[in-house]
Structures are given as structure tokens and as C-alpha cells.
């Protein structure tokens, strides 16, 4: 199993910024990418962005351009940098991990709220 600690996020105004980070624990050798879904109230699920191993990324249409997905090598620690944030951006935040073999692991998820 892999367990997962999502810290960060909070309130910030349109334009500011947050950081979230997650730290992966557990079995993480069977892991070979590490992401950020979000889940506004009221609407589907969101894939927000996703870094692989190999450091390759992928980021919803959404967050392109504003966000940025960082990983510390090693320390199983990905991090998600949210600039020029806006109320839609607005969400409960889950780390992923994704495993060999189909596994997925998901946090607790944490809050972020833009307020206009």
C-alpha cells in the first residue's frame, strides 16, 4: 500500500497563488507517476496534472500555462505550484499516485478556495 499527505492550499484571492505538496510513503517503489485531481462542488472530477518518472508532464486544459507540477527526487514529493488563480479554480485537491498493475492511491484531499 501507499499512503499519501496532501498539505498547502487554503484561501487565496483571483490572481494569488498557492503550493500544494504531497509526500507518498509506504510501498512507493511501486509507483511510476504522481498527480492532482480536484472536485468543485457540483462537478465532475478534474484531472489537473500529472508528472510521470521519466518527468514528463501533463496538465488539464484548465490549469495550462498557470499551474506547474514538480516532483523532489528521491523524497517521493511532488508539489503543484497554482498561479493566476480564479474562483474556478475553487476545489477539494487529491494527490494520486499511480502504481504498476492499475493501482491508484488517493489522498484525503485538501481545500482551495479563490475568492473573486
Known amino acids: 500500500q501507499v499512503q499519501l499527505v496532501e498539505s498547502g492550499g487554503g484561501t487565496a484571492q483571483a490572481g494569488g497563488s498557492l503550493r500544494l505538496s504531497c509526500v507518498a510513503s509506504?510501498?512507493?517503489?511501486?509507483?511510476?507517476?504522481m498527480g492532482w485531481s480536484r472536485r468543485a462542488s457540483g462537478k465532475e472530477r478534474d484531472d489537473v496534472a500529472r508528472i510521470w518518472w521519466s518527468d514528463s508532464t501533463m496538465y488539464g486544459d484548465s490549469v495550462k500555462g498557470r499551474f506547474s507540477i514538480s516532483r523532489e527526487v528521491g523524497k517521493d514529493t511532488v508539489h503543484l505550484q497554482m498561479n493566476a488563480l480564479k474562483p474556478e479554480d475553487t476545489a477539494v485537491y487529491y494527490c494520486?499516485?499511480?502504481?504498476?498493475?492499475?493501482?491508484?492511491?488517493w489522498g484525503q484531499g485538501i481545500q482551495v478556495t479563490v475568492s473573486s
Open positions: 509506504g510501498r512507493t517503489f511501486t509507483l511510476y507517476a
Open positions: 494520486v499516485a499511480y502504481g504498476y498493475g492499475g493501482n491508484e492511491y
